[in-house]
């Protein structure tokens, strides 16, 4: 067997099988969360669209909104995203 074929069968054996996932939040204060190393930046006025997106999602998700409830809003924002333009937020006019 291969090299590799050993690190799975060892990875799978630490684990459960079970692949290892990173975490992708830390806990910055009490019943908030906060990026730790991602490529998401933090919401700013002059954060894109994108950005504003990505945070929005995450905040629905802290409020336990239901997943549809949050699939629907977010899928009415990318029509937005995809009629505005990767804007800045504090470019986005009515």
Same mark, same amino acid.
Request: charged letters at 20%.
């Given at each position: 067997?291969?090299?590799?074929? %050993? %690190? ?6 630490? @684990? ?5 996932? &990173? ?12 990026? @730790? ?28 909104? &239901?997943? %549809? @409830? ?17 804007? &800045? ?6």
């Amino acid at each position: 067997m291969s090299q590799s074929g %050993n %690190n799975d069968e060892q990875r799978d054996e630490e @684990t459960g099988g079970a692949a290892l996932q &990173p975490r992708l939040f830390d806990e910055v204060v009490r019943g908030r969360h906060g990026p @730790t190393l991602s490529s998401v930046g933090p919401l700013g006025p002059h954060s894109r669209l994108p950005v504003a997106r990505y945070w929005y999602r995450r905040h629905l998700e802290q409020a336990q909104h &239901p997943a %549809n @409830t949050i699939s629907s809003y977010l899928y009415d924002l990318s029509i937005f995203e995809h009629v505005v333009g990767l804007k &800045p937020i504090d470019e986005v006019t009515s």
